[in-house]
């Protein structure tokens, strides 16, 4: 392993700890400031959905997503996995926040 992967697996590191404390508490079902989307509508929108699941669901989601950033550096497969993770990842959870009525009060 060379120097600058070395350095690159530590500065996605920095950039993760954070993601994964905020995954952290959003999988406690707190933190619905951090859910994108969810935070912009309004108190009366707020309320038709369940906060508690929609952070539980973000955050079960952001979780791995952090744990796999520092093998980005990496390359090849590592890489290819944390982009098939986000991309597909992002777009379940998106049209299952849509959809599923479980998240709805």
Do not use: H
């Not at 500065?11 to 993601?19: F, K, Q, R, T």
């Not at 520092?70 to 959809?99: D, E, H, Q």
């Amino acid at each position: 392993m060379t120097n600058e992967q070395i350095t690159a697996i530590a500065v996605c590191s920095v950039i993760a700890l954070p993601l994964i404390i905020i995954s952290i508490v959003l999988m406690t079902g707190r933190g619905g400031d951090f859910v994108a989307g969810f935070n912009t509508k309004s108190r009366a929108e707020r309320e038709k959905y369940d906060e508690k699941a929609v952070c539980r669901c973000v955050g079960r989601f952001t979780l791995p997503a952090g744990l796999l950033m520092p093998l980005l550096p990496l390359g090849g497969v590592y890489a290819a996995a944390f982009i098939g993770y986000t991309v597909i990842g992002a777009a379940v959870v998106m049209i299952s926040l849509r959809k599923s009525e479980k998240f709805r009060r």
